[in-house]
């Protein structure tokens, strides 16, 4: 008995071992050494590591992020415009867009030679550090065609978009006000806007516009109307979902909006001028928040969360831009 079950136990190892190998290759990518998964394309935590060495030897100011160890600056700035690059083209590609490969080289070169001496005394803002350190590394031609597909992705649908939503303001509070993260409040309440579902959420607006709070049902926003929030949540937020977001970071204040109707067929005027090419550009991010949605973006924990309202990444679900929230029992 024992010779037969000696001998059968390589079999059996063998069959188990393959099962396991079918199951991890009818479940996705692998996780193993990902950085992030962006659909059934894997960035490895290698190739960002890599990255993220070359640029603190190629842009000397972020040898003082190193210094001052907050190189996971440089890491995630690496790691979004990698991601942003899989969505882009995607989305190009089930758009049909594209661009003239003379346009993407010459502004790859525009690119290779728009680098500054920057200040390595470390004056100079991080975000502009490590911007400077990712176009180094990367390459320009890439970059290059990223950046001109999305201005055209936001000049094709900054006339054509509306949003129409209902709002209230999550203001700092005022004598006799309770106190507290303005931040906490707003996604607390915008959870319990999802939750109430649509016909409870407006009731809820309902009431705080009765209370005499800064709120307000079935306001329509375009981008050409709102340029300093084209690039926000508001814009790339699907139909029946809540959003929490803090329109301008210098504000305290902070808007909790449930999307109500997204139109991306709009009739511009027979007038209208071509949309400003810098809230094109900023509103594109915002245009693949539905190509995200439906592939998926799972970031490793080492650099962060994927923040949903910015598309982009953030250290952690604390220090997100904002909440994106599906509305209860609603159809997206």
Same mark, same amino acid.
């Given at each position: 008995?024992?010779?037969?079950?000696?001998?059968?136990?390589?079999?059996?190892?063998?069959?188990? @071992?393959?099962?396991?190998?079918?199951?991890?290759?009818?479940?996705?990518?692998?996780?193993?050494?990902?950085?992030?998964?962006?659909?059934?394309?894997?960035?490895?935590?290698?190739?960002?590591?890599?990255?993220?060495?070359?640029?603190?030897?190629?842009?000397?100011?972020?040898?003082?992020?190193?210094?001052?160890?907050?190189?996971?600056?440089?890491?995630?700035?690496?790691?979004?415009?990698?991601?942003?690059?899989?969505?882009?083209?995607?989305?190009?590609? /089930?758009?049909?867009?594209?661009?003239?490969?003379?346009?993407?080289?010459?502004?790859?070169?525009?690119?290779?030679?728009?680098?500054?001496?920057?200040?390595?005394?470390?004056?100079?803002?991080?975000?502009?550090?490590?911007?400077? @350190?990712?176009?180094?590394?990367?390459?320009?031609?890439?970059?290059?065609?990223?950046?001109?597909?999305?201005?055209?992705?936001?000049?094709?649908?900054?006339?054509?978009?509306?949003?129409?939503?209902?709002?209230?303001?999550?203001?700092?509070?005022?004598?006799?006000?309770?106190?507290?993260?303005?931040?906490?409040?707003?996604?607390?309440?915008?959870?319990?806007?999802?939750?109430?579902?649509?016909?409870?959420?407006?009731?809820?607006?309902?009431?705080?516009?009765?209370?005499?709070?800064? @709120?307000?049902?079935?306001?329509?926003?375009?981008?050409?109307?709102?340029?300093?929030?084209?690039?926000?949540?508001?814009?790339?937020?699907?139909?029946?979902?809540?959003?929490?977001?803090?329109?301008?970071?210098?504000?305290?204040?902070?808007?909790?909006?449930?999307?109500?109707?997204?139109?991306?067929?709009?009739?511009?005027?027979?007038?209208?001028?071509?949309?400003?090419?810098?809230? @094109?550009?900023?509103?594109?991010?915002?245009?693949? /928040?539905?190509?995200?949605?439906?592939?998926?973006?799972?970031?490793?924990?080492?650099?962060?969360?994927?923040?949903?309202?910015?598309?982009?990444?953030?250290?952690?679900?604390?220090?997100?831009?904002?909440?994106?929230?599906?509305?209860?029992?609603?159809?997206?």
């Amino acid at each position: 008995m024992t010779t037969v079950i000696s001998r059968r136990a390589p079999l059996a190892a063998s069959l188990l @071992a393959f099962g396991l190998v079918l199951g991890a290759c009818s479940s996705g990518p692998s996780q193993v050494n990902a950085a992030a998964i962006v659909g059934d394309k894997t960035i490895s935590v290698d190739q960002v590591q890599d990255l993220v060495a070359k640029a603190v030897q190629a842009e000397p100011a972020a040898r003082q992020l190193a210094d001052q160890r907050k190189l996971d600056l440089v890491s995630r700035g690496v790691l979004r415009q990698l991601v942003l690059h899989e969505l882009v083209q995607r989305y190009s590609t /089930e758009h049909h867009l594209s661009v003239e490969p003379a346009k993407v080289s010459a502004f790859a070169d525009q690119i290779k030679g728009s680098f500054q001496t920057l200040p390595t005394d470390g004056s100079t803002d991080p975000s502009t550090v490590v911007q400077q @350190a990712v176009n180094r590394v990367l390459d320009p031609e890439q970059i290059a065609g990223d950046y001109l597909l999305m201005a055209q992705i936001g000049q094709d649908e900054a006339q054509k978009l509306s949003v129409t939503f209902d709002f209230t303001l999550i203001a700092a509070a005022g004598e006799g006000q309770p106190t507290g993260s303005l931040r906490q409040q707003a996604v607390d309440k915008a959870r319990g806007l999802a939750d109430a579902g649509l016909d409870g959420a407006a009731k809820v607006i309902d009431a705080d516009i009765a209370a005499g709070a800064q @709120a307000s049902k079935n306001e329509t926003l375009t981008p050409a109307l709102a340029p300093d929030i084209a690039g926000t949540v508001i814009f790339g937020a699907p139909v029946n979902s809540v959003i929490a977001f803090q329109p301008n970071p210098e504000n305290a204040n902070w808007v909790v909006a449930v999307i109500r109707k997204r139109d991306t067929d709009a009739k511009p005027a027979a007038n209208a001028e071509a949309p400003d090419p810098r809230v @094109a550009t900023t509103l594109a991010p915002q245009l693949l /928040e539905a190509t995200a949605d439906q592939l998926g973006v799972k970031i490793s924990p080492r650099y962060g969360v994927w923040d949903r309202a910015s598309v982009s990444i953030a250290p952690s679900e604390a220090e997100t831009t904002g909440v994106v929230f599906p509305v209860k029992n609603a159809t997206p």
